[in-house]
């Protein structure tokens, strides 16, 4: 026993240490509650009588040596930490961190939020997978619509459907299932279609949906409405056209066209070289969706649309390549700020 006394003597004088966690782990090695000295201090009942005294006095002498140690070692950090600090020059420039910046995309849907909240719209947002009731059926799509089929739709299991959502609309089916008119609400949200990827479309995008429906609602107030979204997002020098177009859950319905913003109505790739650029579709709300959702037709009108906010962010912000926005490229993000 005695030979161990002293091997912890050793120990404990040869100790030195310039680190406060290194310096706690020789404090618990000894005089921890499974510590050396902790455990000869337990055992000293075991130790002949004759023998008790003087081993309790070692040991406490081995204690005192450890307490003293680690006393002086953490004086000796604490003071040459002291010392570094006195030394820093407080006026260096600090080092540099790099911050991050908003996503385009984001950016832009706070601006369309920000628009039709000023003229009563709420913001209702619902599941990305969903049924067929929500994203079809509820919306008049007849059962053999071509949207329903594989090539535009991704299916995540098949009878019963289940799949990504391809447009927003099925938000508004929930908030029509949930509420009465007067509805006044967008639905913003990603939604997915199987298609090629190119500098024009993607596979997955971000859509925003409008819908308003009460008593009298007719074509002239959507007309407004949308010429008065144009103008806020690009400018009043902002021109709109109305093209008669197709959707099962409006009639009539229409697309509407802005005056390029890229090339200035010149023509560009991002045009088609006709100085127009499609951004969103809308029309009225057929009566067969209003049946469905249990809001009478005869009381009730109103209209709906849905917009792409990268066509949005590509008008806004001069993009040309769709594809960009989902890179993650640090290089492009860090070009935009704020509008």
């Not at 799949?163 to 609400?185: C, D, G, N």
């Not at 029309?283 to 709906?304: E, Q, T």
Request: aromatic share 10%.
């Amino acid at each position: 026993m005695s030979e161990k006394l002293d091997q912890f003597k050793q120990e404990i004088e040869a100790f030195t240490s310039s680190s406060m966690e290194e310096l706690e782990r020789f404090r618990l090695k000894y005089l921890g509650k499974k510590g050396e000295l902790t455990v000869l201090f337990d055992n000293i009942r075991n130790i002949p009588a004759e023998e008790r005294k003087t081993f309790g006095q070692n040991v406490n002498i081995l204690k005192n040596m450890v307490l003293s140690k680690v006393e002086n070692l953490k004086s000796q950090i604490e003071s040459k930490y002291t010392q570094q600090v006195d030394e820093m020059d407080i006026s260096c420039p600090a080092n540099s961190m790099e911050i991050g910046a908003r996503h385009p995309i984001s950016v832009v849907t706070k601006k369309i939020y920000d628009v039709f909240s000023k003229i009563g719209f709420t913001v209702a947002e619902g599941p990305e997978i969903e049924d067929d009731w929500h994203v079809f059926s509820a919306l008049n799509f007849p059962p053999e619509h071509p949207a329903r089929d594989m090539q535009d739709t991704f299916f995540v299991e098949k009878d019963p459907d289940v799949l990504l959502r391809t447009h927003t609309s099925s938000i508004q089916v929930r908030v029509m299932e949930a509420s009465q008119p007067p509805i006044r609400v967008i639905c913003p949200g990603r939604v997915f279609r199987n298609e090629i990827v190119t500098a024009r479309s993607h596979c997955i995008f971000h859509q925003i949906e409008g819908l308003y429906i009460d008593k009298n609602v007719s074509f002239a107030d959507m007309k407004q409405t949308l010429l008065y979204f144009a103008k806020e997002m690009f400018g009043n020098h902002i021109n709109i056209r109305l093209r008669p177009s197709y959707f099962p859950f409006t009639e009539p319905s229409a697309e509407m066209d802005i005056s390029c913003d890229i090339c200035g109505g010149k023509g560009c790739n991002l045009c088609k070289y006709s100085g127009w650029v499609e951004i969103l579709g809308c029309g009225m709300v057929d009566p067969n969706v209003l049946k469905n959702m249990n809001i009478d037709p005869n009381v009730y009108s109103g209209f709906a649309f849905g917009l792409g906010v990268e066509r949005i962010t590509q008008q806004l912000y001069k993009t040309k390549d769709i594809r960009l926005f989902f890179e993650n490229d640090i290089r492009f993000l860090k070009q935009f700020e704020a509008i």
